[in-house]
């Protein structure tokens, strides 16, 4: 008779594996109290609607309490998603989230008349209050606002939009509570013959699994699961796609993509650059598939067989204080302050470690100005939960400098930029452990999740990117997004990314259902753009060259406070050139090479 393993609940999580709310809101009477505040700093700001173009003062004191009303309502948000996410089946706790996104919705349309009202200025009167001493603070910002002109509408209609954000964004709140909450998974026999209810969480550790009954048993049970949500999925997705297209259309843009990167100031061909430059090395990853294919003695390799190690025999389980120590020593690099830093996140609990009973899936760093930047974490003991943990605090102390560094209205890192620093401390995680290590197995398994870290992140990552650009463009054209189309393109590019080497399973076509990040509006092709970046700075930082290094920790305490390529050139990348991403890739073909003459 086999065991059933079922998921601990919050309450049977350690004190110590839970993230401290505490310094945010000591209580939910706290959080009411401070909710209660937004009437009073929303007046204080619309005090000065109809009164811009009177005085540079006027505009200066709006950005004030602007500034001042943001923080407060970040603050209530963060506190209130952070705790929403410990159990996304708490109605108590959703019910804070659920009251803050409400508020949200209608501060935004309350405020909607400041850019109409900003942009309807002289031209003459807008120069001279804008370069004076005044304003000499926000003079970038309101640059930034000039720049976006021509898609800005009148007060009325960006108060009405304001309003509606609520309703309009509902598609991908309901695909968060389908891929969190709801959807159920069937049991499955574990390698020890174990029924476990599948997981997002234990999904990876089971299709790392040696035994390929048990990768293909939790690959099936994955997508049976999505597959049987296929139409109601396709429909949150083709909201959410029409939401981003319905705002290129009222605001004027050309397409939804150049929509998504007008925000960072990147220019469309920075995009489609990179798809283009890593369609051209695909054989670099084909050749990859293949050494699995002769490593494993096999003719073809199914999706389910991408993830297990080329080391089979190689076990490792990591605890979570060795993972601690191993990221405190491989950060040395970055310095003493920095390493001093980050022995915060481990004693005064910025990391909620792990999985639990209705908890959110995956990992994240989330906080504000004035909270820890919190981690969350489903750690399983795995070497793909280091890295990730070393991930997630790369984008915490990327938010503690540029929050320290930087005023409130600065302090918020452009999102082009948000997977760099996350990057670069994996890389410097695979350094530290391949030069310590005197396992030639665990070198070899480490040479192995290298190149699984690339493939996912940088050729996966822009094969996503590369299927937003198509489902886009198609509803664009007037297409629908249906179930059956949306499987047949995704496993289209499937079939391109993996080659022959690997023979894909049908049921891969269904993959795009459960991608939370379709749902960002071209997020993910940042994640590929970071991995090049990275590529770079941590050979940078590992160089010992005292002038490489302040010059990335002048990256970490940017914020947005220049041009975001600026900020990536004055840290040694360029990424408006394929440089960056031809370096990575030909760095992922050297660890092949060196994983297959270890391995064969």
């Known amino acids: 008779m086999s065991n059933s393993v079922q998921q601990a609940t919050r309450s049977e999580i350690p004190e110590n594996m839970k993230w401290d709310l505490s310094d945010l809101y000591a209580s939910l009477e706290d959080w009411d109290k401070d909710f209660a505040q937004i009437a009073k700093k929303l007046n204080n700001f619309n005090q000065y609607q109809g009164k811009l173009a009177n005085c540079a003062e006027n505009i200066k004191l709006a ?6 009303l943001d923080r407060l309502l970040e603050k209530l948000y963060t506190f209130a998603h952070l705790l929403s996410d410990e159990d996304m089946t708490n109605s108590e706790n959703l019910s804070y989230l659920d009251k803050i996104s409400s508020k949200f919705a209608e501060i935004s349309g309350a405020t909607a008349w400041f850019t109409p009202e900003l942009l309807s200025i002289s031209d003459n009167k807008m120069d001279e209050y804008i370069n004076s001493d005044t304003l000499s603070f926000y003079k970038r910002s309101l640059d930034e606002i000039l720049r976006a002109k021509n898609h800005i509408l009148s007060d009325k209609e960006e108060a009405l939009l304001g309003k509606a954000s609520e309703v309009l964004s509902s598609s991908s709140k309901t695909f968060s509570m389908l891929n969190n909450a709801d959807i159920k998974f069937a049991e499955i026999e574990d390698e020890d013959g174990n029924k476990v209810e599948l997981t997002h969480g234990n ?3 089971f299709l790392e699994s040696d035994k390929q009954d048990v990768r293909k048993a939790a690959f099936n049970a994955m997508y049976d699961a999505f597959y049987n949500l296929r139409n109601t999925l396709a429909s949150t997705l083709e909201a959410t796609v029409k939401r981003h297209i319905l705002s290129v259309n009222l605001r004027g843009y050309d397409s939804a993509l150049s929509a998504a990167l007008y925000p960072d100031n990147v220019d469309i061909e920075v995009y489609d650059n990179l798809i283009e430059t890593v369609n051209e090395k695909l054989p670099s990853l084909h050749n990859y598939y293949n050494l699995r294919k002769k490593v494993f003695k096999v003719d073809s390799l199914n999706a389910y067989d991408l993830h297990t190690s080329l080391i089979p025999e190689f076990k490792i389980d990591v605890p979570w204080d060795t993972a601690c120590n191993w990221i405190r020593e491989a950060f040395k690099p970055l310095g003493k302050e920095y390493c001093d830093i980050l022995e915060q996140a481990f004693d005064k609990r910025w ?5 639990s009973k209705g908890k959110r899936s995956g990992a994240y760093s989330s906080g504000c100005y004035d909270s820890k930047p919190f981690v969350l974490m489903n750690y399983n003991n795995t070497l793909s939960e280091v890295f990730t943990l070393a991930h997630e605090l790369g984008h915490s102390m990327h938010s503690y400098y540029s929050k320290e560094y930087q005023e409130y209205h600065y302090a918020d890192y452009k999102i082009f930029v948000a997977e760099v620093a996350s990057t670069t401390n994996e890389l410097l995680l695979h350094d530290y452990l391949m030069k310590t290590s ?24 822009t094969m996503f990117a590369e299927f937003e650009k198509t489902i886009h463009s198609n509803v664009e054209k007037g ?8 499987s047949e393109w995704y496993y289209n590019l499937n079939l391109k990314y993996h080659g022959n080497a690997v023979v894909l399973d049908k049921k891969l076509e269904m993959e795009w259902s459960r991608i939370p990040h379709f749902y960002y509006n071209f997020y993910v092709y940042k994640y590929a753009t970071g991995h090049s970046a990275a590529c770079i700075l941590s050979k940078n930082i590992l160089s010992g060259n005292t002038e490489l290094l302040d010059a990335y920790m002048g990256f970490l305490k940017a914020g947005s406070s220049k041009n975001v390529l600026d900020i990536m050139k004055d840290a040694g990348v360029d990424l408006t050139t394929s440089e960056p991403t031809n370096i990575a890739i030909k760095e992922f073909d050297n660890t092949v090479t060196l994983l297959e003459q270890s391995l064969l």
């Open 63 to 68: 950005l004030e309490n602007s500034d001042a």
């Open 203 to 205: 999904y990876i550790k």
């Open 438 to 461: 005197k396992d030639e197995n665990l070198k070899q398994y480490l040479l192995n999740h290298y190149c699984d870290s690339v493939r996912s992140t940088l050729f996966r990552q």
């Open 479 to 486: 297409l629908a997004l249906t179930a059956d189309s949306l």
């Open 351 to 355: 990391i909620d470690v792990l999985e």
